[in-house]
């Protein structure tokens, strides 16, 4: 039985996995969307909420607290300037855990992490028209 253990080890020692949340996160915060696999968004997911909730304070030390765990200072200028006041009103569960599917190498269990309020835009591919390309 599984009593008082915690978390995942993802086949990794600490310090990689540390690094790969602290990557993952980092990520997540600039692109507020991030394609991953099932467990590694499950662990992503608190730690990402942890700094949008830091970012509502807007306090110089909470700032301190998210560069301490963010690895871009871009990605933490954008979530205090954005995420924060963004999700200002709303008091938790600020993203959601999209399932995709197995991936076709070796069959994990993909996801999608999402910040909620970006919702998925399907991107329409422009097509070239063959005369446009002639005159040129």
């Known amino acids: 039985m599984r009593h008082r253990i915690k978390g995942r080890k993802l086949g ?4 990689h996995r540390t690094a790969l949340l602290r990557n993952l996160v ?4 600039e692109k507020e969307r991030v394609r991953t696999t099932l467990a590694k968004a499950k662990e992503a997911r608190p ?4 700094m949008i909730t830091l970012a509502k304070s807007g306090t110089l030390q909470s700032r301190r607290l998210a560069l301490s765990f963010v690895r871009k200072e871009s990605a933490v200028k954008k979530l205090f300037d954005d995420l924060g006041p963004r999700f200002s009103e709303r008091p938790g569960g600020y993203s959601r855990i999209v399932r ?9 269990d993909m ?3 999402e910040l909620v309020g970006s919702e998925f835009v ?6 070239k028209d ?3 390309i002639r005159k040129k």
């Open 12 to 15: 990794r020692t600490t310090a």
């Open 26 to 29: 980092t990520s997540f915060l």
């Open 47 to 50: 730690l990402a909420e942890k």
């Open 100 to 108: 995709l599917g197995p991936r076709p190498g070796d069959g994990a």
């Open 111 to 113: 996801a999608m992490l």
């Open 122 to 127: 399907k991107k329409v591919k422009k097509k």
């Open 130 to 132: 063959k005369k446009d």
